[in-house]
């Protein structure tokens, strides 16, 4: 998972407007395919730490420095205690209405994708069907020795560090920094970005890789991005339309107005 691009300085004053929804929409209405991506702002709405900035410290770690294989082979212990403590506010978060509202999106679009860059499953939660988990999802856990994946859902666990019935380490089943995004979730994308009429982007901070070059690959196919964010991102200049604001007070709104054209 490599980082990017350039943060834009401050959140824009200028807020969504009828317009700008009416734009979104009329494009929505049209399209035959649409991919949606999603970042740690939508889950922020549930009152999920972002991993970045002062949200992203514990116990005077930065999460930059846990989420690492080196990191992980150094205290594998310390590494599990962060991820211990992170799956324990998640267990008492709930989607919002911004992960429903893609759920209802999903259901009027015969091609769809979600794409997210979050590990903590509120999109399943919700019930979205057709989703790539691109940087993995922490509640399921890895041996070292074979690979082997599974599902740990305990809250707290039991042992720290977690270990397999073989005996070996478990580690949990996420992109780490130096890491590459399994060749599998890649290509999904890929092909979908050739194919999608609309994407939608939510949430993300626009500087990781290569989600971050996503919508500059959609905009290069001819489709139509559309941006929803609490602020100005790098994704901004590459997109249509850009709306400023909560993704769970805009994202029904959208859904809302698509229905109406339908």
């Not at 709405?45 to 990191?71: C, K, M, Q, V, Y």
């Not at 580690?171 to 970005?193: K, T």
């Amino acid at each position: 998972m490599k980082t990017g691009g350039r943060r834009c300085a401050g959140p824009l004053k200028a807020k969504m407007n009828r317009g700008d929804i009416g734009k979104a929409v009329g494009k929505l209405a049209g399209a035959k395919s649409l991919l949606v991506i999603t970042g740690a702002g939508i889950s922020a709405e549930s009152g999920i730490p972002t991993f970045r900035g002062s949200d992203g410290l514990w116990n005077n770690h930065r999460a930059e420095d846990l989420a690492t294989p080196s990191a992980f082979e150094r205290d594998p212990a310390v590494v599990w205690q962060w991820y211990d403590w992170r799956r324990g506010i998640i267990a008492k978060a709930m989607p919002n209405p911004g992960h429903l509202a893609i759920k209802d999106l999903e259901g009027m679009f015969g091609h769809f994708l979600l794409i997210t860059q979050n590990v903590d499953g509120l999109h399943e939660r919700s019930g979205i069907r057709n989703i790539i988990e691109i940087h993995g999802n922490l509640w399921r856990v890895r041996c070292v020795r074979d690979g082997r994946g599974s599902m740990l859902m305990d809250v707290p666990l039991k042992e720290v560090p977690p270990r397999c019935a073989c005996g070996a380490l478990l580690r949990p089943d996420v992109v780490w920094f130096g890491e590459s995004i399994p060749g599998e979730a890649l290509r999904r994308s890929f092909q979908a970005l050739e194919a999608c009429d609309v994407l939608l982007v939510v949430g993300t901070s626009g500087v990781v890789y290569p989600v971050a070059s996503f919508p500059e690959e959609v905009k290069g196919n001819g489709g139509f991005v559309i941006e929803i964010n609490m602020e100005e991102t790098p994704i901004t200049r590459a997109a249509d339309v850009s709306l400023f604001g909560r993704s769970g007070d805009i994202l029904p709104e959208i859904v809302k107005e698509l229905k109406k054209s339908r």
